[in-house]
């Protein structure tokens, strides 16, 4: 193969498919998200016969213990680059994964949590995420909105495909199962697609290529894949089909995938419309217009180092409203369940709640990639935290179940902001080059919010028997956040 050259010859620019292995990376941080884990706790207490404070004491020492080390997967990933440390990344989390199928003691038990935490939730987010902004700039937003779809899929998925293998097979299997998928699926898609950034393989960023005229015509794949989805949706109408197919997918209930079939051809509904509007556009437009409006080819973006950002303000403001998700999210998400229940709502419904989040957030993330590439990222940053206050007040006063799951709009909208806005500001900011250690630092944060944020909820629920006081004393944070956002626009380098 030649240098210089891509290992896979694309019509499109090469960038999408970075992003749709990072979204695969993205998915297979799963097995290492509480949302996977907490589906084989029930498992561990029953079979070793611990206590509950126990195993949850393990998870948080080991969450906190990966959160305060994972600074260090930040310098490395600036040292060896993307590619080399996806490698090793995902071997790791393939290793942790078969290590935590043979458990025997609270010991093991600890580092297997220890390395799910580090190497899946810290390491196989922080990478993608710093892997993206390499190939994207002006179309940065849209980029790592398309690839959290990865996310989205795995918090929707992985649970009850997590349920249904462990009751199909046994927890030490799905364990094994997990770790052939990420050894045969997703490293050799590294080894063979990934690259650390586009003059690895002669492009520039975007995709743009100067000093050459060229005129792009509609795709018409997007135009299939709509008919394909409508007609998919038609199909399983059919009583016939429609048992069949629930019987294929009995794990996943049929509302559940009628809605993300909907939500899919609404999202490519959109893209369609809007791609031939632009399309069309652009054929009405001069030769003299058409260049006047090509985006910048050369990368002039300036990048900063750790220190250098450390000595910012913005940089501190911004790191603060990345710990308030972290916080509050995870202690409301924790104690969901309970604050139900307290509000004479049924454990079902927060299951709902739980799935609508995801099934809201995911829609939202387009419209937010769009907007951060339009408009200033600390101002739609605190838009983001005032949908998060709604939130927050909203669950604070609801009584009903058609609030609650209201509730569950609001709060998918704000997690659907929160995705992108709190990605894109760190290259946005502070540049590319050093973004491994600068983001690898709010990752930190981020890992370590949330073994902290469920102890505020438990400590005044035992206190005061409730959560009305919690959730009104939490809303200090999202409100300073919102100010420190506005007040934090990118900083200038001298």
């Known amino acids: 193969m030649m240098k210089n050259q891509p290992p896979i010859k694309t019509p499109f620019y090469y960038g999408w498919l970075i992003v749709a292995v990072s979204a695969l990376g993205v998915f297979f941080s799963g097995p290492g998200q509480t949302y996977a884990i907490s589906i084989f706790i029930e498992y561990y207490i029953e079979d070793f016969d611990y206590s509950r404070s126990l195993v949850s004491g393990l998870y948080s020492a080991a969450t906190l213990c990966a959160g305060f080390l994972l600074f260090t997967i930040g310098k490395l990933t600036d ?50 995420n710093t892997l993206v902004p390499q190939w994207f700039m002006h179309k940065r937003g849209r980029a790592l909105s398309v690839m959290t779809i990865g996310g989205f899929a795995g918090a929707a998925l992985i649970p009850p495909l997590n349920t249904f293998l462990i009751q199909t097979f046994d927890w030490r299997t799905v364990w094994l199962i997990w770790g052939g998928a990420i050894a045969l699926i997703f490293i050799p898609a590294v080894l063979l697609i990934v690259r650390n950034k586009p003059a690895d393989i002669g492009e520039v960023i975007d995709g743009s290529t100067p000093h050459k005229e060229h005129r792009r015509y509609p795709s018409r794949l997007p135009s299939f894949a709509l008919i394909g989805l409508a007609l998919l949706m038609l199909v399983t109408l059919i009583p016939t089909i429609e048992t069949a197919f629930i019987d294929w997918i009995g794990w996943l209930p049929s509302a559940f995938w009628r809605i993300l079939l909907f939500t899919a051809l609404v999202i490519t509904a959109f893209y369609v419309m809007r791609h031939r509007q632009f399309k069309v556009k652009q054929l009405d437009e001069s030769p003299e217009e058409q260049e006047r409006s090509q985006p910048e080819t050369e990368d002039r973006e300036v990048s900063w180092t750790l220190r250098e950002a450390a000595k910012t303000r913005a940089f501190w403001m911004i790191l603060f409203c990345v710990s308030v998700p972290a916080l509050t999210n995870t202690g409301i998400t924790f104690h969901l369940v309970s604050i139900s229940e307290g509000k004479g709502l049924s454990v079902e419904l927060s299951a709902i709640v739980l799935s609508l989040m995801a099934i809201v957030g995911f829609p939202i993330t387009f419209v937010t990639g769009y907007l951060v590439d339009k408009f200033k990222v600390n101002i739609v940053l605190s838009m983001t935290f005032v949908v998060h206050i709604v939130a927050i007040l909203w669950l604070w006063q609801t009584q009903t179940n058609i609030a609650f799951i209201i509730y569950g709009v609001i709060w998918g909208t704000a997690h659907g902001f929160e995705r992108i806005t709190l990605n894109i500001v760190w290259p946005n900011y502070f540049g590319k080059q050093h973004l491994g250690s600068i983001r690898s630092v709010a990752q930190s944060v981020m890992v370590v919010g949330s073994a902290l944020g469920p102890l505020p909820f438990g400590i005044f629920y035992d206190w005061l028997g409730g959560y009305s006081e919690i959730l009104l004393i939490s809303l200090i944070l999202p409100v300073l956040a919102a100010i420190f956002a506005f007040i934090s626009p990118a900083p200038k380098s001298e």
């Not at 790791?92 to 190497?119: D, E």
């Open 79 to 128: 040292l060896y680059g993307q590619r080399i440390m996806m490698l090793v990344i995902g071997s790791s989390l393939a290793f942790a994964t078969v290590w935590n199928a043979m458990i025997v003691g609270p010991v093991m038990m600890f580092f297997g949590f220890f390395m799910l935490r580090i190497f899946g939730q810290g390491s196989m987010t922080l990478l993608p």
